[in-house]
């Protein structure tokens, strides 16, 4: 059969579909996605388990596909004892009159496999990434995003007539990358190493630094508590002299106003005796004897004391 394109229609006689346009394209420009920018659809982590697709266009079959905002996709729970790994693809859809993002889910197995890419009269698709999902895992590490956009077999860049063949690129980038991992691997490991040979040694030192201020910390503190305990010793020695000196001075100072008040006593006693033969004398000098006896003195002034006998007595006298 033949066929042409594209005329101008007359009278409705030129009616094209949309499949003649995406043919007509397709035949000078290529499946992939479009170079620039250089995250034009790319995969990488968002939150956990799920994951972002960078905005950017792609071309499939002469359709276009344009992701204008980022994309978040969900990847599946992971498999409790196997490892597997899905893979991110943008997929052209005859039926379904369009082209998405999708995830293809792959087999948990030991060792996994990529799942293989679709490509037939009704769905056609471009890898974009590769993700590694551990077992049990819960959440997406970058480390577990393999980029495949520029591997020409699963995806490519837009080119126009003639593809160019990025595999190369591709691979050699892989190496690199597989190389520069497995030095960091090996460096990590030497560090880890030497850590662990090293570990006992610095253990060792901290707990003889630690023993060290211990032992000062201890010597410091029972300084100061032989020191407290000297000084509490002798305080209390000071207060004691101090209390002994002035508590005998207070007693000789005692002993003189009793010995004072017993001479006052002794001549009041007298005066009183020389009185004895008035009732009312007798009966004072009882009382002055009583309190002589129960309280060894006379503990008032004995010229206040007997002022109120001397107003009262027969004779008007005085002492």
């Known amino acids: 059969m033949e066929r042409s394109a594209f005329f101008n229609s007359v009278a409705g006689d030129r009616k094209y579909k949309a499949e ?8 000078f420009i290529t499946n992939g996605i479009f170079p620039l920018p250089a995250d034009n659809l790319r995969i990488t982590v968002h939150d956990r388990m799920e994951i972002k697709a960078f905005k950017g266009t792609g071309y499939i079959n002469g359709y276009l596909y344009e992701n204008t905002d980022s994309l978040i996709l969900k990847v599946s729970p992971a498999h409790g004892v196997k490892p597997r790994i899905d893979k991110v693809v943008l997929r052209w859809s005859q039926v379904e ?29 471009l890898g974009l990434a590769d993700i590694y999902v551990a077992q049990g895992a819960y ?29 190369a690129i591709f691979n050699q980038y892989q190496d690199w990358f597989t190389t520069r991992t497995n030095q960091y691997d090996s460096e990590l490991v030497a560090f880890l190493a030497e850590y662990e040979d ?6 060792a030192e901290l707990n003889s630094w630690t023993e060290a201020k211990k032992l000062w910390y ?21 207060m004691n002299s101090w209390f002994t000196a002035t508590t005998i ?31 009312e004398a007798g009966e004072l000098l009882n009382r002055v004897r009583w309190l002589q006896e129960n309280l060894g003195f006379i503990p008032i002034d004995a010229g206040d004391f007997f002022e109120t006998y001397v107003d009262y007595s027969p004779d008007g006298g005085e002492f």
């Open 20 to 27: 003649i346009f995406a043919g007509y394209f397709s035949k």
């Open 97 to 125: 009159r369009n082209i998405r993002i999708y995830i293809k889910e792959g087999i948990a197995d030991s060792p996994p496999s990529s799942p293989t890419l679709e490509r037939g009269a009704d769905i056609y698709e």
């Open 139 to 167: 959440e997406i590490k970058e480390a577990d995003i393999t980029d495949i956009r520029l591997d020409a077999e699963s995806c490519g860049i837009v080119n126009s007539i003639l593809q160019a063949d990025t595999t």
């Open 198 to 203: 090293n570990k006992a040694d610095w253990q």
């Open 218 to 238: 201890e010597n410091n503190l029972t300084q100061f508590l032989n020191e407290y305990a000297l000084a509490k010793s002798e305080w209390l020695a000071d």
């Open 249 to 279: 001075a207070f007693e000789e100072e005692l002993s003189d106003k009793q010995d004072e008040y017993m001479a006052l006593a002794e001549t009041y006693l007298a005066q009183i005796e020389s009185l004895i033969g008035d009732a």
